[in-house]
């Protein structure tokens, strides 16, 4: 009591009030609920996974485009794939086959059967085995 300005109901009030106030910092917070009285459960927010390209689109292109050129030589080829490799020494990725036999970068690494001999069967490495794509 501080010289009769404050009963002893108030203080008893204001301390209980301070202990409240602690208890409810500590606590974690509650989810929130749509409404007051409703059933429903709140629905969490799922991620959503990032979007996807379609079969067939690769660096640009659609698989009903053929590419002639190839980024090695520059030259116009009927024979150029697009290849996935690790050659550090060359950062082409379409590639006729004269410069991925040159470059030794295996027939493992195409990704494309868009040139019309690979459509065909006629497509032929020199540098280890021509991939059979089903």
């Not at 550090?88 to 036999?101: H, I, Q």
């Amino acid at each position: 009591m501080k010289a009769g300005l404050v009963s002893q109901e108030q203080l008893k009030k204001s301390e209980a009030d301070k202990k409240r106030a602690e208890r409810e910092a500590r606590r974690p917070p509650e989810p929130k609920q749509a409404h007051k009285g409703s059933s429903k459960p709140v629905r969490r927010e799922r991620p959503q996974p990032p979007p996807k390209k379609s079969v067939g689109f690769i660096e640009g292109k659609h698989h009903h485009h053929i590419r002639t050129e190839c980024d090695a030589c520059k030259k116009s080829s009927p024979d150029v794939e697009y290849y996935e490799h690790k050659n550090r020494s060359l950062e082409k990725n379409w590639l006729c086959v004269r410069c991925a036999d040159a470059h030794n970068i295996s027939d493992e690494f195409r990704q494309t059967v868009q040139s019309q001999f690979a459509k065909t069967g006629r497509f032929l490495r020199e540098y280890g085995a021509t991939k059979v794509f089903k």
